[in-house]
């Protein structure tokens, strides 16, 4: 079994993904994977969970195959790695036989490190397809949204089910089973199907406290939505809805009030679908109507917020959609509008036929659906509750710790909904008396509660807002409920002295939300932030890929603070590794360069910390960057260790900065490594898999090869498959 020391894991986090820290539990994770132990880890949305495969996948020899739900998610995924210099590619339907052959062709040549493929593809039992996949050298099986697998999970496949036999067939292979929401009772489910072997559980915590969670009444929804996007214009966000119709009413009425949005569900034509989806991951909208149907396939990390138009089935279902937004880690919003109506209807939706088992887990996730939307407190900490995470009742960022709290004279709506019990007979539930209260025209309206004074005096109200006037009077003791099931009020002593005039009544209420215009941390230069997208999405065009795959908007945010000037400060920006550095860097330097010089400001990366690479011992060249400083030098006939000596540096740094220049193609390969060299090292990448690592190249050639040839020559490779 091979080893993998920490500080190679790191250098690899930083020269592919060019952070410097690992996120939750993902360093445990890709240790244990690295291993060959089977694991299982619970990560929020956004979390970072596909680093805990794709990491190992570029250190161990082989191949990975990753098992993902959605086409759209393979590209997405795919397109991200390519933008790291991974090789990766994907088969699934939506490809040609003749580009399905070139896939399968590469992957059997030892050219990828990323094989994803969709679960239909993987049969009970066929020994040509499991032929095909010993061939690849399997490195681990990763299975992504393992709750797929799970009855008791918010979103069964029975495709999934099928996937245990990988374990049966490659029995020593290590599989990760990753997802974002999974109770305790489906954790299990999942490890059991996928017939782990002594698998490691590892749990993260379900907090996103980038993301503001908000519950509103569902009146004048439109409006507020419009409203709200509005005043986000330049924020790219998703709305979901419960039925098709409603993403095309929403959309169009958007698109009315000039608003850039299109609309998504699963009855569209395949095309259309991926031609929606596609410009809504290069920002051709800004703003996307959708079913649930739009759910696993988004990978965009610079979505700002999430509108439910409609109640989610389940808590699952809600959490997993709200971490669309803010996967960069910037302030985000995730805004509910709620009626009992919506509950109502998803109860019908929730019977499943010949099958009561599935139907009553369905109707208590709705149930406690219902619970978080009514629930008078902290919504973070019900939320990690459900998740089995203990969290204090304030978290500072949720509508209900954020709002101002009132407290108004209340004693004419009391006395209204009082009247209502007591004319009923003090015989019905709460949402009956509230109807009556409402002049509801349904069938169950008793015809002669339709003729009392107090029928229809409430229209004023929305049914959410009287509920829970409603309950205050309750939890007060102005009312009383029959401990049965069908909870009948009575007004008690204490109410009869509010119907009688003797007393007055006082609630705390809620303020309207006012929603802000998100506000960033960091200070940073809105021009320069502006320039810098513009030149991302350029570059994006080009790559035929979406903007945030070059870097994510935290990183431009990064930029338009500090405006690094050479690549070694560059690199010092979180999501910019080796890869992006040379291959992105001389461009975002150029135009961070060009304004400081047009506005007369310095940089500012003296002020940064937690520096990604730790700053070298050097001598300040007098002009042009370090780096081209040890070019002109190589130029000039110095060897490297001649130049490392001259400057004061070490040998490896100076191998590093030549290594860029080969990577950008302004230094031929052959200028370090002899002929035969160069051969051996291509010949050994081949063999190994590897055009990344050096390491398993260098113990096949042995210690006449020095690393820094080993990474010239994977530089000079990694250009030539551009």
Not at 401 to 425: H, N, V, Y
Not at 548 to 559: G, K, N, Q, R, T
Request: charged share 25%; aromatic share 8%.
């Amino acid at each position: 079994m091979n080893t993998y020391s920490t500080e190679l894991i790191h250098k690899a986090l930083n020269h592919f993904f060019g952070y410097d820290e690992f996120r939750h539990s993902q360093l445990a994770i890709i240790q244990s994977v690295l291993k060959g132990e089977d694991a299982l880890a619970i990560m929020p949305t956004g979390g970072g969970k596909s680093i805990c495969y794709q990491l190992p996948a570029v250190i161990m020899p082989g191949i990975a195959v990753v098992v993902s739900p959605l086409i759209a998610l393979m590209k997405d995924q795919v397109d991200a790695l390519t933008a790291n210099g991974i090789r990766a590619a994907f088969l699934n339907s939506s490809q040609s036989a003749e580009e399905q052959q070139q896939v399968v062709k590469s992957a059997q040549s030892g050219e990828l490190k990323l094989l994803y493929i969709a679960p239909e593809r993987i049969p009970a039992n066929s020994s040509l397809f499991f032929d095909f996949l010993r061939r690849l050298n399997p490195s681990l099986f990763a299975i992504d949204e393992a709750h797929c697998i799970s009855s008791w999970g918010h979103d069964f496949r029975p495709e999934y089910l099928k996937l245990s036999v990988l374990k049966k067939e490659f029995p020593a292979v290590p599989v990760i089973a990753l997802t974002a929401s999974a109770d305790a009772l489906t954790q299990k489910d999942i490890a059991t199907r996928l017939d782990l072997q002594n698998y490691k559980l590892y749990l993260s915590s379900f907090n996103r406290p980038n993301i503001k969670y908000q519950i509103l009444p569902k009146k004048n929804t439109i409006s507020s939505i419009i409203d709200y996007i509005k005043q986000h214009r330049n924020d790219n966000g998703i709305i979901y809805a419960l039925s098709r119709a409603s993403t095309e009413e929403i959309a169009g009425k958007l698109y009315e009030n000039g608003i850039n949005a299109a609309y998504y569900h699963a009855g569209m034509d395949a095309t259309e679908r991926s031609r929606v989806q596609e410009a809504f991951q290069k920002d051709v909208y800004k703003v996307i109507v959708a079913t649930i149907a739009f759910g696993m396939g988004i990978d965009k990390s610079n979505v700002r917020y999430v509108i439910h138009h409609d109640v989610s089935k389940n808590i699952e279902g809600y959490y997993q959609e709200t971490g669309r937004a803010g996967r960069d880690g910037l302030p985000s919003d995730a805004i509910l509008y709620y009626s009992q109506g919506d509950i109502m209807k998803l109860r019908k939706f929730a019977q499943i036929e010949d099958n009561p088992q599935q139907s009553a887990i369905s109707l208590r996730k709705l149930k406690l659906m219902q619970e978080y939307c009514e629930n008078e407190g902290c919504r973070r900490q019900f939320l990690m509750n459900y998740f089995g995470e203990s969290f204090p009742a304030y978290c500072g960022n949720c509508d209900y710790c954020l709002s101002s709290l009132e407290e108004k004279d209340a004693t004419i709506d009391a006395q209204k909904l009082l009247s209502a019990i007591l004319r009923t007979g003090e015989r019905y539930g709460a949402h009956y008396v509230v109807d009556v209260l409402r002049g509801s025209a349904a069938e169950k309206i008793n015809p002669q509660h339709k003729e009392l004074k107090t029928y229809g005096i409430g229209k004023d109200r929305k049914k959410e807002e009287w509920l829970w006037i409603l309950q205050q009077l309750v939890n007060n003791g102005y009312v009383t409920k029959s401990d049965d099931e069908h909870a009948r009020l009575a007004v008690s002593e204490k109410g009869w002295k509010i119907i009688k005039g003797e007393a007055q009544l006082r609630l705390v209420m809620k303020k309207p939300v006012i929603v802000q215009q998100v506000q960033y941390d960091t200070e940073y230069d809105i021009r320069l932030y502006e320039k810098l997208k513009d030149i991302r999405k350029d570059m994006a065009d080009k790559d035929n890929v979406p903007a945030y795959a070059i870097v994510a908007d935290s990183s431009l945010i990064e930029l338009a603070t500090y405006m690094p000037v050479t690549f070694e400060e560059l690199k010092q920006i979180s999501g910019f590794g080796d890869y992006k550095t040379s291959r992105y860097g001389a461009r975002f330097l150029a135009a961070i360069g060009g304004h400081l010089k047009s506005f007369n400001i310095e940089s500012r990366m003296n002020l940064k910390k937690n520096k990604i690479v730790k700053k070298e011992k050097s001598v300040k060249p007098a002009a042009g960057s370090t780096m081209e400083v040890s070019l002109n030098m190589l130029k000039e006939g110095m060897s490297i260790v001649e130049i490392a000596e001259e400057r004061g540096l070490a040998a490896s740094t100076i191998e590093s900065h030549l290594a860029a220049f080969v990577a950008a193609g302004e230094l031929e390969v052959t200028k370090l490594v002899t002929e035969n060299k160069l051969k051996a090292i291509l010949a050994a990448a081949k063999m190994t898999g590897q055009h990344t690592a050096t390491k398993p190249i260098r113990d096949i050639l042995g210690d006449d090869y020095s690393y820094g040839e080993i990474r010239f020559v994977l530089e000079h490779l990694k250009r030539q498959m551009q």
